[in-house]
């Protein structure tokens, strides 16, 4: 099983930004894919970002010019700036990584936007 690390997540206000990392072990370009997953209490896990191998990103339409995700192959890190934060992005934020058949998950980060 594939240990990530995540970290970032924090109460914020509306309208505010935080920035998620994830670092992953060993090379991140081992990997298919490394996305951004949130779940928000009594709601279904749902795509946030994704970036491939080759460096191919998707995000949820929800999020769309409001966050980036990008890599830092020095470290071993996928982050997700996540800009203009609402309310309804509070939820538990996920990293995943895809390699091949294998598929992995973060403990997860906390996101709470709230005045």
């Known amino acids: 099983q594939v240990q990530l690390v995540e970290s970032g997540g924090s109460l914020v206000q509306p309208g505010g930004s935080l920035r998620l990392s994830c670092v992953v072990p060993?090379?991140?370009?081992?990997?298919?894919?490394v996305g951004w997953y949130r779940q928000a209490p009594g709601k279904q896990r749902e795509l946030v970002a994704r970036?491939?191998?080759?460096?191919?990103?998707n995000y949820a339409d929800s999020v769309k010019d409001r966050f980036i995700i990008s890599r830092d192959f020095a470290k071993n890190t996928v982050y997700l700036v996540m800009n203009n934060l609402k309310s309804e992005d509070t939820a538990v934020y996920y990293c995943?990584?895809?390699?091949?058949?294998?598929?992995?998950w973060g403990q997860g980060t906390q996101v709470t936007v709230s005045s």
């Open positions: 995943n990584v895809v390699a091949g058949a294998n598929d992995d």
């Open positions: 060993g090379s991140i370009l081992s990997f298919d894919a």
């Open positions: 970036i491939s191998h080759y460096g191919t990103t």
